[in-house]
C-alpha cells in the first residue's frame, strides 16, 4: 500500500513538474503524458484490488486502524458439520458454554505450524482460553492487526496446518462421553465442503478484545449403512447430549414459537452455517 501511494506521487509529481516547469517545452506533453498514464495503472489496480476484495474491504481498512494503534485481533478458526437426517439436524451439546451447536470444532494447532506462526504472524496463544484437556492446542490466537490479511490468506490455502475434519467428528459422536454411533459403521466420513463462513471483525461483549471467526461448513454424505445408523439415533430422540433440531428451531436459536417458549439454547454460528453467512442474532 505505501509502494502505491509513492507510486502516485510521483506520477502527480509528474504531471506537475511538466505543467509548471517544462511549461513551453518540447518533452512538456510527454512528461505530462506519462504522469497520466501512471495513475491510470494505478487508478486500474485500486479498482481491481476493491472488486477483488470486496468482501472484506471493511477489514482491510479497519485492521490498518487497528495497526496503527498496535492492537491484535483474535482469530477463532473452526469446522462445522451439518449432519441432516429427514428434516432434523443433529446438534451436540458444548460443555464449556452449554448450548448446542453442530458437531465440530476448532481446528488444533500442530507443533510445526505453531512455529510458523509466531515467525510469519507474531501470533501468540489466547490467554483466555485453556490450553489442556480438549482444548489443547486449539486454533486462537492472537494476531497484529497488521497481519490479519496475511494470516487469513495463508490459513485458507490450508498449507502447513491441520486440514483434517475427521478428529471432532470422531471426539464428539464416537469416543464421546456417549458413543453415539459405532466405530463399525463409521470407520471414516465422507463429506463435500460447502464453504466458509467469516464474521466481521467486531468487538467481542465480555473479552476486550477484537475478534475474527471462521467456519469451515462441511455437509455430511453418509453410507447407506451410516444413514441407517443415524436413523436409529434420530429415532431415539433428544438427550441431554445431543439434539434433533428443525432449520425453524435452529433459525430462531431454541425457541419454539409454537409452543411459545425456550427448548434449549443453540448457538448462533450453528445458525450461520445453515444459512451460509454472519449474522448478528
Not at 54 to 62: A, C, G, M, T
Request: hydrophobic letters at 40%; one cysteine or more; a positive charge.
Amino acid at each position: 500500500m505505501i509502494r502505491k501511494v509513492i507510486q502516485a506521487i510521483v506520477a502527480i509529481g509528474f504531471i506537475a513538474f511538466g505543467y509548471f516547469k517544462l511549461k513551453g517545452s518540447e518533452y512538456q506533453k510527454d512528461v505530462i503524458v506519462y504522469g497520466i498514464i501512471g495513475l491510470v495503472v494505478l487508478l486500474e489496480l485500486l479498482v481491481e484490488f476493491i472488486v477483488l476484495n470486496r468482501k472484506r474491504l471493511w477489514l482491510s481498512i479497519f485492521s490498518k486502524f487497528l495497526a496503527i494503534k498496535g492492537e491484535r485481533i483474535r482469530f477463532s478458526m473452526s469446522y462445522l458439520y451439518r449432519i441432516k437426517v429427514d428434516d432434523k439436524y443433529l446438534l451436540v451439546k458444548n460443555n464449556n458454554y452449554g448450548h448446542f451447536q453442530l458437531v465440530g470444532g476448532k481446528y488444533k494447532i500442530l507443533e510445526d505450524t505453531r512455529a510458523l506462526l509466531k515467525k510469519e504472524f507474531d501470533a501468540v496463544d489466547d490467554p483466555k482460553l485453556p490450553n489442556k484437556g480438549i482444548m489443547k492446542d486449539d486454533f486462537a490466537l492472537f494476531i497484529p492487526a497488521k497481519n490479519a490479511l496475511k494470516f487469513i490468506d495463508w490459513f485458507n490455502k490450508g498449507k502447513d496446518r491441520e486440514v483434517s475434519h475427521w478428529r471432532e467428528f470422531y471426539e464428539e459422536l464416537i469416543e464421546g462421553k456417549g458413543s453415539f454411533l459405532s466405530k463399525q459403521n463409521f470407520p471414516y466420513v465422507n463429506y463435500n465442503f460447502v464453504g466458509k463462513v467469516l464474521t466481521p471483525i467486531k468487538k467481542t461483549p465480555g473479552w476486550d478484545c477484537y475478534e475474527i471467526l471462521q467456519y469451515d461448513i462441511l455437509d455430511l454424505k453418509p453410507t447407506p449403512e451410516q444413514r441407517q445408523e443415524l436413523l436409529k439415533l434420530k429415532e431415539k430422540g433428544d438427550s441431554k447430549h445431543i439434539k434433533w433440531a428443525s432449520k425453524e428451531l435452529i433459525q430462531c436459536l431454541g425457541q419454539d414459537n409454537l409452543e411459545k417458549r425456550k427448548l434449549y439454547d443453540i448457538g448462533a454460528h450453528t445458525k450461520w452455517a445453515l444459512n451460509m453467512k454472519w449474522s448478528k442474532v
